[in-house]
């Protein structure tokens, strides 16, 4: 089983939808829980981190981290079209990071 | 001009060629890691270094091999490339106490 398990789609929505992004993971001693956003034919880029359970919100993305079910999510309301790429959850345990497969979103107009 | 830079951008080569991706950041980070792209496979850890004199293998170093010339340059070499090796690869880099990689825009790789 790998450490980090993340659906990996393909999700296609409408534009202005909800959107629930999910990873679980194994190892406890993750610190650090992570969305970066890849649009096609660039690099990764960090889009939201936390480190403790709970909510953190930055417009319209929240990012909820679960510990004691090591579950995490990422919403995305009011989805638009600029918001179609492939979301990663990522996972540090010091410095290492450990990736989810990544979550292919299309959000159609 | 990007933080993380790599060269080249694509590449094609031959089954058996010795081939080097190359890797330069302008953040100051100490810590650089190379990373491969597969569908379905996600981002996998080939190797890592946390300084010059410091290189560690990650879950899938077989068949390649890193050389850390500077704080700012991590290349990685594949000796003899073989056709499972088609990927995108990704160098990041990361701050010894920040939380964030800033990863290249990555190299397209295929072997034929």
């Known amino acids: 089983q790998k450490e980090v398990e993340q659906d990996p789609g393909p999700l296609s929505v409408p534009e202005g939808a909800i959107v629930s992004l999910n990873c679980t993971y194994s190892n406890s001693a993750f610190q650090y829980f992570m969305w970066y956003r890849q649009y096609s034919r660039k690099g990764p880029e960090l889009l939201m981190y936390?480190?403790?359970?709970g909510n953190k919100e930055d417009g319209r993305f929240t990012a909820q981290v679960d510990k004691s079910s090591k579950y995490i999510s990422l919403f995305i309301r009011d989805s638009q079209p600029s918001d179609s790429a492939t979301y990663l959850c990522a996972m540090s345990v010091g410095p290492l990071l450990v990736f989810g497969k990544g979550t292919k979103l299309t959000v159609n107009p | 001009d990007a933080d993380v830079t790599q060269t080249p951008r694509n590449r094609i080569t031959k089954t058996g060629k010795r081939i080097m991706l190359e890797c330069s950041q302008t953040?100051?980070?100490?810590?650089m890691y190379w990373y491969r792209q597969d569908p379905g496979l996600g981002l996998r850890l080939i190797y890592y270094?946390?300084?010059?004199?410091?290189?560690n293998k990650g879950e899938i170093s077989d068949g390649y091999s890193v050389s850390r010339q500077a704080q700012a340059k991590f290349s990685l070499s594949l000796e003899s490339a073989i056709p499972n090796q088609t990927a995108l690869y990704f160098c990041?880099?990361?701050?010894?106490?920040?939380?964030?990689?800033?990863f290249g825009q990555g190299t397209r790789l295929t072997v034929v």
């Open positions: 270094s946390f300084d010059v004199k410091d290189i």
């Open positions: 990041a880099t990361r701050g010894t106490s920040t939380t964030e990689a800033f």
């Open positions: 953040k100051g980070h100490d810590r």
């Open positions: 936390t480190y403790s359970s």
